[in-house]
């Protein structure tokens, strides 16, 4: 069983058509949950982190918020600029400082 | 300010060879960490460096191994290469008291294994 999973694994959305990306994890004593983005052939670029449920974080067109089990990731009038993959990672007790990674959802965003 | 710097950027190598791959970790950072990322999947945890000593290691074999530099820059050794070794290699570094923090990602090192 995947500890992280992301849905959906792909999303196309026209310039401006806002939409959210959801992120669930099943493990316990949570420390963190980040998001990064990453594109073709790059590696991931942070974007928040979030630490505990209620918490929401902005960043230009982006909203990210955290509940008990999910977050999620929340684009407002996205621009094609904003097409790339936005990975999920959580970091709690047991796996102690490394970051688990969900699969990604892959982003396309045309004009 | 440089970031986290990998090279080299991509290396094909045959089954049953070995690899290197080098890591310099961004500026003042002291901990760096591997992580390998198969085609379509997210990054998994390889291993975690800190004042030369790894401190902490994911579900990898032995033949996966690496060494920290005094200066905090990192390699990544990797024996008998496997076709299923073949993917991106990233290297992330951050301070040791702030790894709830986050991670700066480098670009990686893309290895084929032919």
């Known amino acids: 069983e995947d500890q992280v999973t992301q849905s959906p694994e792909a999303l196309r959305l026209q310039e401006g058509e806002s939409s959210s990306l959801n992120c669930s994890y099943t493990?316990?004593?949570?420390?963190?949950l980040f998001w990064y983005r990453q594109d073709p052939g790059k590696g991931p670029e942070f974007l928040f982190t979030?630490?505990?449920a209620g918490e929401e974080k902005e960043k230009e067109r982006l909203k990210a918020t955290l509940t008990k089990k999910e977050s999620f990731l929340h684009i407002t009038a996205p621009k094609p600029e904003d097409s790339a993959t936005y990975l999920c990672a959580v970091q709690f007790n047991q796996a102690g400082t490394a970051l688990i990674f969900g699969k990604g959802t892959t982003l396309s965003v045309s004009s | 300010d440089a970031g986290v710097t990998q090279s080299p950027t991509h290396l094909i190598k045959t089954r049953g060879q070995q690899v290197t791959l080098r890591c310099s970790p961004k500026s003042g950072h002291d901990t760096v960490s591997w992580y390998q990322q198969a085609l379509g999947q997210g990054p998994q945890f390889i291993f975690q460096?800190?004042?030369?000593?790894?401190?902490q290691r994911g579900n990898f074999p032995d033949r996966f191994s690496g060494h920290q530099f005094p200066n905090y820059s990192s390699e990544l050794n990797v024996n008998a290469l496997l076709l299923g070794d073949s993917a991106l290699y990233l290297c992330?570094?951050?301070?040791?008291?702030?790894?709830?923090?986050?991670?700066?990602f480098g670009s990686g090192t893309r290895l084929t294994v032919v």
């Open positions: 460096y800190y004042e030369e000593e790894e401190r």
């Open positions: 493990v316990s004593g949570l420390r963190g």
């Open positions: 992330a570094s951050s301070f040791w008291h702030r790894l709830a923090h986050g991670y700066t």
């Open positions: 979030l630490y505990s």
